[in-house]
């Protein structure tokens, strides 16, 4: 049983570049997040999404772009990564339908993301 | 929108010892749910808190929902070398489009 991966776990990159960061399930858990986790702001919210081809903003959207054409993978992408970006981020899913509340969500073992 | 803060952000506990974290909300949450991040590790479902003033137990952890469901607690008794790790709480509200928003955390190092 995989239940969530990342890949890569580690990425060095340079400014401009565009990055994808993967993330798969195995649980066909219907919501997908995306989070970034610096020194001092604990976890905040990218995007998510409640079900293939549904995706929403949360906290700090700009810069990425996601998609979902298939419940078990949420791709994150960087278009023109910035030093900015430089962080862990971190993948997470979790049961329940639509507007549903107090599934707990299970988290991917991150990506360590480097911007030079 | 909806923030949730968590108090300290550091915590040096001597082993043995107790301590406690806190958590408060903007707004009244529907649910609060804590989780634990060990060093270099991805955080981890701990429990989950609905009613008014619920007050739930796991060994030496316990977690509490204040009565207006806008603020929570845990406290840790007796510190062990594992409880080393960052411990976040994450409230949702329907009001928040249920998402989850996660306090900063409260990094707890132990002493031995």
């Known amino acids: 049983d995989a239940g969530i991966t990342q890949s890569p776990r580690y990425k060095i990159t340079e400014t401009g570049r565009q990055v994808t960061l993967m993330c798969h399930q195995t649980?066909?858990?219907?919501?997908m997040f995306w989070y970034r986790q610096d020194l001092g702001h604990g976890l905040r919210l990218i995007y998510y999404s409640a079900a293939a081809d549904i995706t929403d903003k949360g906290e700090v959207p700009d810069g990425y772009v996601v998609s979902r054409s298939k419940t078990e993978n949420f791709p994150l992408t960087l278009e023109s990564a910035t030093r900015s970006q430089t962080s862990v981020y971190f993948c997470a899913s979790r049961s329940g339908t639509s507007g549903s509340l107090g599934y707990e969500q299970f988290f991917g073992p991150g990506t360590r993301l480097t911007v030079l | 929108g909806q923030q949730v803060m968590q108090i300290p952000q550091y915590q040096h506990v001597q082993e043995g010892e107790d301590f406690t974290t806190y958590c408060n909300s903007s707004t009244t949450l529907s649910n609060i749910q804590w989780y634990k991040q060990r060093p270099g590790g991805h955080p981890v479902f701990l429990i989950q808190?609905?009613?008014?003033?619920e007050v739930k137990k796991q060994k030496r952890l316990t977690f509490q929902f204040g009565e207006a469901k806008k603020n929570s607690s845990l406290h840790i008794t007796a510190t062990q070398t594992t409880d080393v790790g960052t411990y976040f709480c994450a409230g949702q509200s329907k009001a928040a489009g249920n998402k989850l928003t996660f306090g900063g955390g409260t990094r707890v190092l132990v002493k031995p």
């Open positions: 808190l609905v009613k008014s003033g």
């Open positions: 649980w066909s858990h219907s919501y």
